[in-house]
């Protein structure tokens, strides 16, 4: 059985720092690329930051360039993200989110969210 579970999240004053974690089971992790969404109240869905299979390469929104950083532990099955200098614009509910192939059927994962209030 497949399990995203996303940790981390809560309010935090503007300029301040969270670090979300999501703990991944079920699937071949290390294959699969990595991602962070997030979705705004009356807003679509969108990517904040991504770190592909089996290497470090990582993609980023520019709204977040600078202020977060994705990165993954393949042994231990985690991804995380740091995010630093919060503004009021990066409150959300963020999504851990997996893509690639299990016995060559494309698949995507989602994990179940966790909200994140920027507010002082």
């Known amino acids: 059985q497949v399990q995203l579970v996303e940790s981390g999240g809560g309010l935090v004053q503007p300029g301040g720092s969270l670090r979300l974690s999501c703990a991944a089971s079920?699937?071949?992790?290390?294959?699969?690329?990595m991602s962070w969404y997030r979705q705004a109240p009356g807003k679509e869905r969108e990517l904040v930051a991504n770190i592909i299979a089996f290497g470090s390469s990582t993609n980023y929104a520019d709204s977040v360039k600078g202020r977060f950083t994705i990165s993954r532990d393949n042994y231990r099955k985690m991804l995380s993200l740091q995010m630093n200098s919060l503004k009021p614009e990066d409150t959300a509910v963020y999504y851990c989110?997996?893509?690639?192939?299990?016995?060559?059927?494309?698949?995507?994962?989602w994990g179940q969210g966790i909200q994140v209030t920027v507010s002082s």
């Open positions: 079920g699937f071949t992790f290390s294959s699969y690329t």
């Open positions: 989110n997996a893509q690639g192939q299990t016995s060559g059927v494309l698949r995507a994962y």
